[in-house]
Structure formats: C-alpha cells, structure tokens
C-alpha cells in the first residue's frame, strides 16, 4: 500500500505515519509544511520515501503513481487564526483537489474534519444530522465546514471518502502546536514551574469551576480508527471520533497528578474576555455511526490514556512516539 499523507511532520500526522510504519507500511509520501519549525524531530524514528513542502506537492502531484490511498490531515487547525483567506485556501482549496485526484483516480480518501464543524452543540454531535444546519464558532470551524458541504454535493467522488470529526485529540508529538496543544500538554508545564495546574473559571451557573467537559480522545486511539478505515475501503461518510465519553477538566487535571504521584493542586483563572462568547463548556462525540460501520475497539479512558502520555512521553523529555 503507497500512501499520500498530509500533515504528516504533525502531531496527528506524525503518529499515524508511527502507526503505519509499526504496520508494515513504509510506502509513503510526507507532505507538510516544516520551514524553520521543529517538527522535523516528529519524523526522525519514522521510515518514508519522500517528504514535500505542501507549496511544492500540488504541481507534481498528477504525475505520483500507485498510490492506494491519500489521508489528508495537513490543515491550519488553529482555532484563532484570524486570516480567512488563509484558512480558505489551505482548508478547503487545497482539499478539493486532493479529493478530485482521488475521483480521478479511484483512490480512498480519508480526511480530518473537526467537531469545531458543530459550534455551540445546540444541535448536538451527531455525526448522522444534516450538516447543513451546523454553525461552527470560528474560522477554521468554518473552513472545516465548507469542505465536507462541498463533499456531500459531489457526484464524482473517491470510491472511499470518509471525514473524520475529531475531537479533543492529545498525546505525544503535539509538542510544537505552541498555544493549540492540548490542555494536558500545557498542564504538564505549569505543573512543573507553579506546583499546580490553571483551568478557567465557569462563567455559567450550570458548571462549577473546572467541570466544563469535554471528550478528550488519545491520539493513539485515533490511529486506529484511521488504520480502520484503511482495512475496510467499502466504508465511507462522515464519522466522529472521539469516545462518545465527556469527561472534565478537573478530571484530566486529576490524571495529571495522578500520573505523576502528585497531590491536586488545581486555580481556577479568569477566561480572556475574547474567549467567552464563543467557548463550548461541553462536546460529547455520539459514536453509533463509527460502531456500527464495524469499529470494535474500545478508546482509552482520559485516566488511561494520560497516564500513558505523561508517563512515557512528556516525563521524558517529550519523547516523540
């Protein structure tokens, strides 16, 4: 199996090129946009036969041959990226003419969606609604949106293409997302200058401090899920991933110093005033429809798998997986 993926030198994308690698599969095209970042570090223990700066991949990308599958999960996930012009293009652009070279072709296509698609949660999180109806919160939401909208109006499609709505994905090589890591990440570090861990204030009567939820979903479990779908071309659709299990932040705080032998230590901070407005104090992934296409396996509780990140990799040194 040759594969295309994007994001490869990422957090998700990196893990997963770990997965296909411990797989077998070493058949694989990285695309990604490293410059002068560190994310080279994430690809160091990886084996690969090429890697493509995402500027450069578009123009030969009608002449690679024998690919199997492409999974795109290169996108500007930063949730406060101001430049919708930006986000149009890397998000949505460029996604198109992925899925279009895969129509070409008859090449599977899996791609990152996000549960941002889902806004407020006012319609909830069913992976089986209309996605018309959604009104996400931000930009890349948005952008995010836009592409699977324009998926569900084509006629000349990959004979797989599934979208996967992650949720809140953590664990190891997240390490250069800087302000978009995931709160254990950042949790971690504190940890280590203040002797306790931050969370924000609630501003709803409805929650206390620090009982915000949300499905948090190691990353490992996500390329599963993925490596799922790459067993089993005949599914196809929109999918959520995450545990279908809402836990809160005073929970993942708790794993925190659970892993680490520590006593809980947690203050509570005021929100940035920006973030108010548009800040989700629950998301829960509904998981029937990724059950019922045949994924068994059981996702890692957040005690589990944050025991495992903290133990095994940031307690060393950020360890990359």
Request: include cysteine; charge should be neutral.
């Amino acid at each position: 199996m040759k594969i295309i993926l994007t994001g490869g030198a990422g957090f998700i994308g990196s893990c997963m090129l770990r997965a296909l690698n411990n797989a077998g599969c070493d058949d694989v095209i990285v695309v990604d946009n490293i410059a002068s970042t560190e994310k080279w570090r994430n690809l160091v223990n990886k084996r690969y036969i090429e890697y493509f700066n995402k500027a450069d991949f578009l123009p030969v990308l009608p002449q690679i041959k024998g690919v199997s599958a492409v999974v795109h999960l290169g996108a500007c996930s930063a949730t406060t990226e101001k430049d919708f012009d930006y986000l149009y293009k890397n998000n949505l652009n460029y996604s198109k003419t992925l899925w279009n070279y895969c129509a070409e072709r008859g090449i599977s296509f899996l791609y990152a969606s996000s549960a941002a698609t889902y806004g407020d949660g006012s319609e909830g999180f069913d992976d089986k609604c209309d996605i018309k109806k959604l009104r996400p919160l931000n930009g890349y939401g948005y952008s995010k949106q836009l592409f699977d909208l324009w998926a569900e109006k084509q006629t000349k499609r990959p004979p797989q293409h599934v979208g996967m709505k992650f949720f809140n994905v953590y664990g190891p090589n997240e390490y250069f997302k800087g302000s978009m890591a995931s709160v254990i990440f950042h949790s971690f570090n504190t940890l280590k200058e203040y002797d306790n861990i931050k969370l924000f204030k609630s501003y709803l009567p409805e929650y206390a401090h620090g009982e915000q939820k949300r499905d948090f979903v190691y990353v490992k479990d996500i390329c599963s899920v993925i490596k799922f779908f790459l067993e089993h071309p005949d599914k196809s659709g929109l999918f959520n991933l995450g545990t279908g299990h809402a836990q809160s932040f005073n929970d993942l705080a708790k794993a925190v110093f659970h892993a680490l032998d520590r006593k809980v230590s947690i203050e509570y901070t005021e929100m940035p005033e920006g973030l108010r407005a548009k800040y989700q104090y629950f998301t829960e992934a509904d998981i029937e429809k990724l059950r019922n296409a045949g994924y068994d396996a059981p996702f890692a509780a957040l005690e589990e798998g944050a025991g495992d990140y903290v133990r095994n990799y940031l307690a060393k040194d950020c360890a990359v997986y």
